[in-house]
């Protein structure tokens, strides 16, 4: 049997109920219209017939006024056309008879009219309006009024036969009603149960694939979906179990290269001297190198939860970024430098490490995993420390002869020790400046030094964005002056507050306006502006210059990092202490540029809150 079948066959208690009942009321309503049909043939044509022979009778009783009144002529015309009207009903009333005692009332209302008829005739042979009235009134009048008593016998007779079988027939209906409905009731309770039970026998099968669908979900592939039947549902559990089959096979054929392709893996990261952890896209570890076990003195392929438990937080916190950094479809991870390095106490000593990840994706490009790398770069966090602390110390020695030297300069030019020819004024001039240029990379060195160190304080206080851009008027307000460069400040936060230490800020604002000035040429503008934010306040020195090329911009802020068209004199350390500086605040630094038309550098300082707390800091 199909399933085609099946359903029909489901549906075919309703069909049959709304059947049956749609023939038990044309039935129900044939015979109540048959009994209307009753009414009207057996009673109603009566009471028509009795109607129109009083309407004859009163018509030919008012002709026999017409003889008393002298129209004789008129009054033969209406006794002769209303007599044949009254035999006409007369003889269908006889023809209809229904009722109880209506055969009865009707033979009396032929004998009253055939003597009625008679007396109507001798009542025409009468000439003369005294023997005719008095004829009228002794012997017509009277028949006249007992045809008429008759005929209204007749008619309540038949009215109230109506009335009765009116009421029987409503009765009836009524009753049918409440038949009709207790049977539909019943049909439809028992149809509706039936095709229930027929619909749950047709879907079992159905419950039954469902249930092995789950099993298989459930990586049980052995389960098998047993439906009897040749119908659709039962081919359709012969392909599932086939379907099944094929995944065991597959599974029990591909298994061993699963295998091998993991064990390959976990070589491959166990081949690695740095710890190596490879997470699910939920945060579940999946694999992890033996370097990371013995590294950390921690069984983490045991630990289900709290896998960095006992581990210093430095170590979670980082893995923590990364992994939200690559999980957030932000691609790559790869540090910025050795400033995002943290020291950790190993089995293998103080070490220093660098995390680093990438993500694993899957074949429609969704990132399903993260690779995290703790690199070792204590070797070279030393060599970096060795050579800040060698480049302090000889910026600091070479300031002592740097500042005799340049004193000996001055005093020379001052003519302190005599006159000097222009030979030799031109050649001071000139070991004058290179001094001063020699003098900025010392300092630029020793300010380096000093962050690195973190001996700068930063002691922040609030500040009114206004009063920081004032300063940098104050200090270049002469530009235009001096290189025809034109000088626009402009206070849009005008009234902020900001937490900044004042003159760590200087420097910060005075090293951004000399690098536009070096790189704005004469006829050119520098704008510096501050603009509100929701918790900050953004500063920006933008210059006209040639614009900075898009390989350089990602490097400016880096430290030792000169462009091509970077001035002598210097060791390209100014951007990178801007950096430190407003880092240090809590703030961002960044940089906009299309080459050939300027460069906008930016930073942001945080909004200063009435009564909020202001905490000292020292950078590093």
Avoid at 28 to 37: H, Y
Avoid at 426 to 436: G, I, K, S, T, V
Avoid at 497 to 522: G, S
């Amino acid at each position: 049997m199909t399933l085609r079948t099946k359903l029909f066959l489901a549906q075919l208690p309703l069909v049959a109920a709304l059947l049956f009942l749609g023939i038990l009321s044309i039935i129900t309503t044939s015979r109540i219209g048959d009994s209307s049909q009753t009414i009207l043939k057996d009673n109603y044509r009566s009471v028509l017939a009795v109607q129109k022979m009083k309407e004859s009778l009163e018509r030919m009783d008012s002709a026999a006024f017409f003889v008393i009144e002298g129209r004789r002529q008129e009054a033969e015309d209406i006794f002769l056309d209303h007599r044949s009207r009254f035999e006409a009903e007369l003889a269908l009333q006889k023809s209809n008879i229904t009722e109880k005692d209506e055969r009865e009332a009707t033979r009396q209302l032929d004998d009253s009219w055939r003597q009625y008829r008679a007396k109507q005739d001798e009542f025409l042979a009468l000439h003369g309006s005294a023997k005719e009235k008095t004829f009228y009134f002794k012997e017509l009048y009277p028949l006249f009024q007992s045809i008429k008593t008759t005929a209204d016998g007749i008619l309540a007779m038949n009215q109230d036969a109506m009335v009765l079988k009116s009421d029987r027939v409503h009765r009836k209906a009524k009753n049918m009603n409440v038949v009709l409905i207790t049977l539909s009731l019943f049909f439809i309770a028992v149809a509706v149960i039936v095709s229930m039970l027929l619909t749950a026998w047709i879907v079992r099968p159905l419950a039954v694939l469902g249930h092995t669908a789950r099993q298989i979900e459930k990586g049980d592939l052995a389960v098998k979906a047993r439906v009897r039947g040749s119908d659709e549902i039962a081919s359709l559990a012969n392909d599932f179990n086939k379907m099944a089959e094929s995944l065991a096979k597959y599974r029990r054929s591909s298994l061993g290269e699963l295998l091998l392709a993991q064990q390959a893996s976990q070589a491959t990261i166990d081949s690695f001297d740095d710890p190596v952890f490879v997470f699910g896209a939920g945060g579940d570890l999946l694999m992890v190198n033996r370097a990371a076990e013995e590294v950390f003195s921690t069984n983490f392929s045991a630990r289900k939860k709290d896998l960095f438990e006992g581990i210093a937080p430095v170590v979670s916190a980082s893995i923590d970024r990364v992994s939200s950094h690559i999980f957030s479809g932000k691609g790559r991870y790869g540090p910025r430098g050795l400033e995002e390095s943290f020291p950790v106490a190993t089995s293998r000593g103080n070490l220093t490490y660098l995390v680093s990840g990438a993500p694993v994706y899957e074949m429609e490009g969704a990132v399903t995993g993260a690779v995290i790398v703790l690199q070792d770069v204590t070797r070279l966090a030393r060599l970096s420390e060795f050579g800040q602390d060698l480049v302090a110390k000889v910026a600091h020695e070479l300031r002592t002869p740097l500042t005799s030297l340049r004193m000996a300069i001055h005093i020379c030019l001052e003519r302190g020790i005599g006159d000097l020819n222009e030979k030799q004024l031109d050649l001071l001039y000139a070991a004058r400046e290179d001094c001063e240029r020699l003098q900025t990379m010392v300092d630029e060195l020793l300010d380096i030094s000093k962050i690195n160190a973190g001996k700068i304080r930063i002691e922040p206080i609030p500040v009114d964005s206004g009063e920081l851009l004032q300063s940098v008027r104050n200090q270049y307000g002469n530009l235009g002056k001096e290189s025809s460069i034109q000088l626009i400040v402009s206070d849009l936060a005008r009234g902020d507050m900001v937490l900044a230490d004042p003159e760590k800020i200087t420097v910060v604002l005075t090293n951004l306006v000399i690098n536009a000035i070096h790189h704005t040429a004469q006829g050119g503008t520098i704008e510096i502006r501050s603009l509100p934010e929701t918790d900050a306040v953004r500063f920006e020195i933008m210059d006209t210059g040639k614009g900075i090329s898009e390989e350089d911009l990602p490097h400016i802020f880096d430290r030792f990092f000169r462009g091509p068209d970077s001035p002598s004199g210097g060791v390209g350390l100014g951007l990178s202490i801007v950096k430190d500086i407003v880092t240090a605040h809590g703030g961002e630094v960044g940089a906009e540029s299309v080459e050939g038309t300027g460069t906008t550098l930016w930073f942001t300082l945080p909004r200063y809150r009435p009564g909020s707390d202001v905490v000292s800091s020292e950078n590093g």
